[in-house]
């Protein structure tokens, strides 16, 4: 999101809360699953990631080109990496991070493994001699990428060296690198002394 916000130029303030704000009635009241990002603009109150950064892309041509049929391709590719890529990404890792002791998901990793073999296959087929999805750097790229970040804790994008490359250029862009400083600014700010 503020990634998105960088590539458009747009200007923004951060408002963090805490685990024991997501929870109040308040909160759902913007997001009703009581999760982060919500997003608000004059009076406007979004939720969910995709519809953010679509909402944004909306205001920019370098997040989103104005030729129409750019535009239905840029969006295609937000929901090919929010429909195809995030669920088997996120079944995986988190097989792994949330669940590793347990016998039922050291049955199911292998079938999961696999499935998500598949569509990083086929991503990187597509990728194949491209720079970027499409002609240019679009909101998809920033969607897929932040899909394929999910990752970053595992090997599995090293075994497909046409997406290493792709994540690493889109991550390389001075937009997510200034979003990403800003991000871990307050992590920092925060933490215990010596660390
Ligand atoms: N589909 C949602 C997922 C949001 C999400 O998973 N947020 C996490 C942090 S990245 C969260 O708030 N987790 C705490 C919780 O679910 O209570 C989106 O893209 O906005």
């Known amino acids: 999101m503020r990634w998105a916000l960088d590539e458009a130029g747009l200007p923004y303030e951060e408002r963090l809360i805490g685990f024991e704000d ?3 009635e308040s909160y759902r009241r913007m997001q009703p699953f ?3 990002p919500v997003y608000e603009e004059d009076g406007l ?5 995709g519809a953010i950064v679509l909402h944004i892309a909306e205001k920019s041509e370098a997040l989103m080109p104005s030729e129409p049929n750019a535009r239905a391709r840029t969006k295609t590719w937000i ?3 929010l429909n195809s890529l995030e669920q088997h990404v996120q079944n995986y890792t988190s097989l792994d991070l949330f669940f590793a002791k347990e016998e039922w998901a050291k049955q199911r990793r292998p079938s999961a493994l696999e499935t998500l073999q598949g569509r990083l296959q086929d991503l990187a087929r597509w990728m194949e001699g491209r720079e970027y999805l499409e002609e240019r750097f679009t909101a998809g790229d920033l969607m897929m990428s932040s899909v394929l970040r999910i990752m970053r804790h595992t090997e599995l994008l090293a075994k497909y060296p046409v997406l290493a490359a792709y994540h690493q250029r889109c991550e390389a862009r001075p937009a997510f690198q200034k979003a990403l400083a800003a991000q871990m600014a307050p992590f920092a700010k925060n933490a215990p002394p010596g660390m």
């Open 22 to 24: 997501q929870k109040t």
């Open 34 to 36: 009581g999760q982060v």
């Open 45 to 49: 109150v979004l939720f969910e990631s």
């Open 79 to 81: 929901f090919a990496a």
